[in-house]
Nanobody, 127 residues
Framework: QVQLVESGGGLVQAGGSLRLSCVASGGTFSSRAMGWFRQAPGKEREFVAAITFSGLRPNYTDSVKGRFTVSRDNAKNTLYLQMNSMKREDTAVYYC????????????????????WGQGTQVTVSS
């Protein structure tokens, strides 16, 4: 069973930066596609960013392109999301997700493509 624990959320002013981390345990991190999703109050959970098992081919939702960067360190079983030039609309609970072990060569953007989820970390952007 894979367990995911996010950290790094908090309160930041618009234009500021945060870096989220997600530490995985209980499985083979390096073989899994990984992703970040977020859920704002009253809204559905939405895709933010994804990365393949090898760290190549990052994929982003349009609203964060050029501002967010997803990366991973397979030696540390850790996924990252660097968030820069943050906006109020980035306010949400951010979730880390892991796919089944598959060595897939493409990033996964759909919620149903992920089998494991973290508990989430709150990110609040103030004006």
């Amino acid at each position: 069973q894979v367990q995911l624990v996010e950290s790094g959320g908090g309160l930041v002013q618009a234009g500021g930066s945060l870096r989220l981390s997600c530490v995985a345990s209980g499985g083979t991190f390096s073989s899994r596609a990984m992703g970040w999703f977020r859920q704002a109050p009253g809204k559905e959970r939405e895709f933010v960013a994804a990365i393949t098992f090898s760290g190549l081919r990052p994929n982003y939702t349009d609203s964060v392109k050029g501002r967010f960067t997803v990366s991973r360190d397979n030696a540390k079983n850790t996924l990252y999301l660097q968030m820069n030039s943050m906006k109020r609309e980035d306010t949400a609970v951010y979730y880390c997700a892991a796919s089944k072990s598959s060595y897939s060569g493409r990033p996964y953007t759909g919620r149903d493509e992920y089998d494991y989820w973290g508990q989430g970390t709150q990110v609040t952007v103030s004006s």
